[in-house]
C-alpha cells in the first residue's frame, strides 16, 4: 500500500488527532504520580498540596504536546494556511485589541456559565464536580495563579485548540483551491461542526457532568475566538480570563456581593449574559475588516 494513501486515509486522520490527547493524559498522569511519591517521602499531604503538584504536571508536560503544535504549524496544512493568513493581515493594534476584547470575554462567559450551572443545582448533586473543587483550590492561591489560570489554560490551549481543533480541521476540510462559493459554505460548515466536535471532546474529558456542560459550550466560543484572531493566543486569554475569575470568585471577596441566594446573583446573571454577548458581537465587527 502507498504511504501517502495511509497517511491521508480517515483511520489515519482520526488516530492522528485522538493520539495527542493520550499522550497529554499520560504525561500529565505519571508526572502527578511521581510527584506525589516525592511529596509523601517528604512528609507532605498530597491532598493539601493538590494544586503545586498539578502545577508541576502540567509544566512537565507542556513540552510534549508543543511538539504536536510546533510540528502542525511546519506542515502546509490547510488549517494552518489558514490561520497564518488570518493573522498575518491583522495590525499590532488590532492584535492587541483582540487580546483584550478575548480575554474580557472569557472572564464574562465563565462567569455566567458558572452562575447558570449555579442555578440547575448539578453544581451540589454531582459528586465528581465536587472532587474536582476541592482539588482545584487546594494548595493556595498561589498555585492557583500559576497552575489553574496560567500554565493550564496554556497546555490546553496547545492542546484542545491548537492540535485536536486544527487536526480536526485538516480532516474535514476539502481543499478549495478554486475559491468557489459552494466550496466557501463547505468550508465554513465543516470548521463549525469541528468546532462543535472539539468542544465535546473538551467537556467529556473533563469526566463530570457539570465540567462537561461548562467546558463544552466554553469550547465553542474558544475556537471561535482562535479563529477569529489566527492564533491560540486569543483561546489562551479567554480561557485564562475565565479560570482567573474562577479562583478570584473563591479565594477572595471581590464578587461576594452576587453570590447566591441575594437578588443581585439573577441581576449579576443577566449582566454577565449581556456583557458576553456584546463583547462576542465586538469582536466580530473588530476583526470584520482585517
Excluded at 60 to 74: G, M
Aim: glycine share 6%; hydrophobic share 50%; charged share 15%.
Amino acid at each position: 500500500m502507498d504511504p501517502k494513501n495511509i497517511q491521508y486515509s480517515p483511520i489515519f486522520k482520526s488516530w492522528n488527532m485522538i493520539y495527542p490527547i493520550f499522550i497529554y493524559f499520560v504525561a500529565t498522569n505519571l508526572a502527578m504520580t511521581v510527584f506525589t511519591m516525592f511529596a509523601v517521602f517528604l512528609g507532605a499531604d498530597p491532598q493539601e498540596q493538590y494544586m503545586m503538584l498539578q502545577t508541576a504536571a502540567v509544566a512537565v508536560t507542556i513540552p510534549f504536546i508543543a511538539r504536536y503544535y510546533q510540528k502542525d504549524r511546519k506542515q502546509p496544512t490547510v488549517f494552518w494556511e489558514h490561520m497564518e493568513l488570518e493573522f498575518e493581515k491583522k495590525t499590532t493594534a488590532k492584535k492587541v485589541g483582540n487580546g483584550i476584547f478575548m480575554f474580557l470575554v472569557g472572564a464574562a462567559a465563565g462567569m455566567m456559565l458558572n452562575n447558570l450551572l449555579m442555578l440547575t443545582g448539578l453544581e451540589e448533586i454531582s459528586q465528581g464536580y465536587q472532587e474536582v473543587n476541592l482539588k482545584f483550590f487546594a494548595g493556595g492561591i498561589l498555585f492557583e495563579l500559576l497552575g489553574a489560570c496560567l500554565l493550564t489554560p496554556f497546555l490546553e490551549e496547545l492542546l484542545y485548540r491548537s492540535v485536536v481543533y486544527g487536526r480536526l480541521c485538516d480532516m474535514m476540510i476539502l481543499d478549495n483551491e478554486e475559491k468557489t462559493q459552494q466550496g466557501q459554505k463547505r468550508e465554513r460548515n465543516s470548521r463549525i461542526l469541528a468546532m462543535v466536535i472539539s468542544a465535546l471532546l473538551f467537556g467529556v474529558l473533563h469526566m463530570n457532568l457539570v465540567q462537561f456542560i461548562y467546558a463544552g459550550v466554553l469550547g465553542i466560543l474558544l475556537a471561535w475566538l482562535m479563529e477569529k484572531s489566527g492564533h491560540f493566543y486569543g483561546a489562551f486569554l479567554a480561557h485564562m480570563g475565565a479560570n482567573l475569575m474562577a479562583v478570584l470568585r473563591v479565594e477572595t471577596e471581590i464578587f461576594s456581593w452576587m453570590e447566591p441566594p441575594k437578588p443581585a446573583f439573577y441581576g449579576a446573571t443577566a449582566g454577565l449574559t449581556v456583557l458576553s454577548v456584546v463583547l462576542i458581537v465586538v469582536i466580530q465587527i473588530w476583526n470584520r475588516r482585517s
